[in-house]
């Protein structure tokens, strides 16, 4: 099944791939940077990472725009939980008074009380720039978070949709696999792959290496998994839809070796952040490039510049972890 050919966009935030898959622009940082997605059976609805706090009204419009109400929602799923992907999870709960939130084992606690998930995104911000970012984070009610992971499998109605454990970007990132079309949400353990770098050659991706469990090995364990899963798509949080699998799989698998080297080069050199920002930068320039990306040099590092602080803190973060 290839839902890439059922591709239509209901307005300028709001995409359908057919089969009760849509996308929402979050509105984080910028046009088709962050998705969220909604899976609609039967007038009922799955939300699939929430965006930030500032991505509630753009949730609330989708629905409205697709007939549905505040009830129709019955979960909301994380494949994890930082904040560009969960970050309005508390508020959009205390909204769908019908829905429960499923999370993986180990970031539970921190939808149930959100402090130590604030103090650290501080750490990598900074105060001002978290609440700009993210706004205040709405605590969620024990009783209505379920623990998922590897194994686990909940409903929409009849529709299945299996949780499976994908280490690497984060240790409690889990893929989502729904049975109906066998596509898999992704969140970020399958690269991040934005729209004005797609060619004929399909979408092009890179990993993400985040602070602060970027894990290499698990990283390409959980690239696998999905590159010997058969889905027909995946749908990355940034952003949405990818069916060129085995050739990005390739790619990020490779990445993950080059962000390796590029950070133990500059490990002891005198500004190892600068250098490994400068590397990770011309590295992606230079795979984009190949990958049949038009785009001049100077204005792809200007999209992949806030990728590349985020990676360069979380390499330094894992020479310190080793």
């Known amino acids: 099944m290839r839902s890439s050919h059922k591709r239509k966009q209901i307005n300028s935030n709001l ?20 998705s969220i997605h909604l899976v609609v059976e039967k007038n009922k609805v799955a939300i699939i990472d929430t965006g930030t706090n500032f991505s509630i009204n753009n949730v609330l419009d989708a629905l409205k725009d697709l007939n549905l109400t505040k009830l129709s929602v019955e979960w909301i799923f994380l494949t994890h939980i930082h904040l560009d992907h969960a970050g309005g999870a508390g508020k959009l709960m205390s909204i769908f008074t019908n829905a429960k939130l499923a999370v993986h084992s180990r970031g539970a606690k921190h939808m149930i009380n959100p ?61 989502i696999r729904d049975t109906k079309t066998k596509s898999i949400f992704t969140g970020d353990t399958y690269g991040i792959s934005y729209k004005e770098m797609d060619t004929a050659n399909g979408s092009f991706a890179f990993i993400s290496s985040t602070p602060s469990q970027f894990n290499p090995e698990e990283a390409q364990n959980s690239i696998r998994r999905i590159m010997k899963s058969k889905a027909p798509m995946v749908f990355l949080t940034h952003y949405s ?46 795979r984009s490039q190949e990958h049949g990306v038009v785009l001049p040099k100077k204005k792809l590092a200007q999209v992949f510049q806030f990728d590349v602080k985020l990676n360069t803190s979380g390499l330094i973060n894992w020479l310190e972890r080793r």
């Open 15 to 34: 995409i359908s791939y057919g089969d009760g898959i849509f996308a929402i622009d979050s509105g984080y940082i910028r046009k088709e940077f962050a």
């Open 115 to 175: 402090r130590k998930l604030w103090d650290a995104v501080i750490d990598v911000y900074g105060l001002k720039t978290a609440q700009q970012q993210y706004g205040e984070l709405v605590p969620i009610p024990e009783e209505k978070i379920v623990e998922i992971g590897e194994g686990d499998t909940l409903y929409l109605e009849k529709r299945a949709f299996e949780f499976w454990n994908a280490p690497g970007h984060a240790n409690h990132h889990v893929f």
């Open 241 to 286: 839809q990818l069916t060129n699998i085995k050739s990005t799989g390739n790619c990020l698998l490779k990445l993950v070796n080059d962000y390796v080297k590029i950070a133990e080069v500059y490990e002891k050199t005198e500004e190892p952040i600068k250098n490994i920002e400068r590397s990770l930068t011309d590295l992606l320039c230079q």
